[in-house]
């Protein structure tokens, strides 16, 4: 078993930034890909960004390239989510997750099997 837990959500104004954490606890943690994910009110989750369990390869989605980073600390059981220059369309809560299925990142949210319980992220114009 693998526990998730976010933090570090919150108010922000557009053009503000924020750093979502993820606390892993149980299995190994550095051995699994992982990933963030938002879903806005009345929309499907989505797929924002994912890192290998080594760190090396990220991925991101279009809509926050450039403005989000992700990374992990595998000495502290943690990864985070870099936003900045946020926008009103990226309010959403935001979920981590973990995969015991998949070797390399993955965009797919039906390949992660450990979720956390999500962190509201609300940006004002």
């Known amino acids: 078993q693998v526990q998730l837990v976010e933090s570090g959500g919150g108010l922000v104004q557009a053009g503000g930034s924020l750093r979502l954490s993820c606390a892993a606890s149980?299995?190994?943690?550095?051995?699994?890909?992982m990933g963030w994910f938002r879903q806005a009110p009345g929309k499907e989750r989505e797929f924002v960004a994912s890192?290998?369990?080594?760190?090396?390869?990220?991925y991101y989605a279009d809509s926050v390239k450039g403005r989000f980073t992700i990374s992990r600390d595998n000495g502290k059981n943690t990864m985070y989510l870099h936003m900045n220059s946020l926008k009103p369309e990226d309010t959403a809560v935001y979920y981590c997750?973990?995969?015991?299925?998949?070797?390399?990142?993955?965009?797919?949210?039906?390949?992660?099997?450990?979720w956390g319980q999500g962190t509201q992220v609300t940006v004002s114009s």
């Open positions: 149980g299995r190994t943690f550095n051995r699994y890909p």
């Open positions: 997750a973990a995969s015991t299925s998949v070797t390399q990142t993955s965009v797919n949210s039906a390949e992660y099997n450990y």
């Open positions: 890192i290998s369990w080594s760190g090396r390869n990220t």
